[in-house]
């Protein structure tokens, strides 16, 4: 497996790669992960069972490094398949195919890094990017979209319907899950407050600048409402700005990044998750697996209709979809579910019945290795 995005950071690549690496690994004969080298990841790399080759990069994408590199890991490792967490690292593999040195190159995909080209404003070198995606795009074996809105956007780009699945993005209910936080809530000032809760990287495509503005009017109507907004970025000063140009400092706090271990803590904080992403191209929502997350913890979620995320909320079951951009839709559905507890918690314990089902890492990753398996005819 490759990826471009690992664990120290975090994000919802990460995240993707770190939960199907494990699983990947419990299935396959062998597994390695290719991954470039970050500050802090001996302490992620001794926790994991299979070997892990960090690349030193200088920011760069995994495309040169990994042609030298992987030459080499074939001749020690007798490898049927690659499994790229994004579609530029994808070169090395398909010349080790073509050569005969491995069956299958297999792709997944997400979505910003399907419409993205980090060389736009370099006219020649824009062009041989847009060059290399489509040979990737016509010479990788098989794509796994997350969603279905992604499926329809390799379409566009000329993957054909039998080169893909859609195979969603998934949780970890036994990482997510419901736990008494009423400490924690007194120590943060929380006391009683309703929350409204976001956890994200702050980037303006998450619209938590739509929650804000919603904010000021839900507190009309719900005056202990409290906005609590997990996860850090370069959209924070902005929104910390917007929130006292509102008159909200009272309402709102930014914790900042929150470490991994209590995460799950975080979100036990909340009774309703709110993220109303807002389509801004290249930078479209593939996904959202923080809503699963906040629905493994029991918790409702509101998000908006842009890209994927009609794949991850299941609209009247497991949240509500409203149109993005719209504060006022959001203020009022907000306000309904507040005023309307019976149906918030059934739309929490709907959320958390429907990770433990179907959206969860384990049946997720065991239905993509059975898929490459049989691509493969092992
Ligand atoms: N430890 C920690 N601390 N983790 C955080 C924090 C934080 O403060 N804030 C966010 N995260 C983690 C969440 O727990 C989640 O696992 C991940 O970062 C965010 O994932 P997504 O909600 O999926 O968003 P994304 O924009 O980073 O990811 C992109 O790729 C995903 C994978 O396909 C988007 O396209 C998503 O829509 C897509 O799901």
Same mark, same amino acid.
């Given at each position: 497996m490759v990826t471009q995005d690992f664990p120290p950071e975090y994000g919802g690549i990460q995240t993707y790669s770190y939960e199907h690496a494990r699983r990947l690994y419990g299935q396959c004969g062998w597994f390695g992960l290719i991954c470039p080298d970050k500050p802090g990841a001996p302490a992620v790399d001794e926790g994991l069972d299979f070997p892990v080759y960090r690349i030193k990069t200088r920011n760069e994408l995994l495309i040169l490094p990994l042609l030298r590199k992987l030459p080499g890991l074939l001749t020690e490792h007798s490898v049927d398949a690659m499994f790229h967490? $994004?579609? $530029?690292?994808a070169a090395a593999s398909i010349r080790a195919r073509n050569r005969g040195r491995i069956k299958k190159v297999f792709v997944a995909a997400h979505i910003r890094e399907l419409l993205f080209n980090p060389y736009e404003k370099l006219p020649g070198l824009g062009r041989a990017f847009e060059r290399y995606k489509k040979w990737v795009l016509r010479e990788a074996d098989h794509f796994y979209p997350v969603s279905d809105y992604t499926a329809g956007q390799l379409k566009k780009l000329g993957v054909e319907d039998d080169r893909l699945t859609v195979v969603i993005n998934g949780t970890d209910p036994e990482r997510f899950h419901p736990v008494d936080v009423r400490e924690l809530k007194k120590e943060l000032g929380l006391g009683r407050k309703k929350i409204l809760l976001t956890i994200t990287r702050l980037v303006p495509r998450k619209g938590i600048d739509t929650v804000l503005m919603a904010l000021a009017h839900i507190r009309k109507e719900i005056p202990d409402i409290h906005h609590l907004i997990v996860g850090d970025g370069p959209d924070r000063s902005r929104l910390e700005n917007l929130a006292k140009e509102l008159s909200l400092t009272e309402q709102v706090t930014f914790t900042g990044r929150i470490p991994y271990e209590m995460l799950n803590r975080y979100y036990n904080l909340g009774d309703l998750f709110v993220m109303p992403s807002r389509t801004r191209i290249p930078d479209i929502e593939g996904f959202g697996i923080v809503f699963l997350e906040a629905n493994s913890c029991g918790l409702p979620v509101i998000g908006s209709d842009s890209g994927g995320i009609p794949s991850a909320i299941l609209h009247g079951e497991t949240g509500l979809i409203i149109p993005e951009g719209d504060a006022g839709i959001l203020a009022r559905e907000t306000i309904r579910l507040f005023k309307d507890e019976k149906r918030m918690h059934k739309l929490g314990d709907q959320g958390r019945k429907r990770v433990l089902r179907e959206a969860n890492w384990d049946v997720l990753s065991a239905r993509l290795f059975t898929d490459m398996k049989a691509r493969m005819n092992l």
């Open positions: 967490s $994004q579609w $530029q690292t």
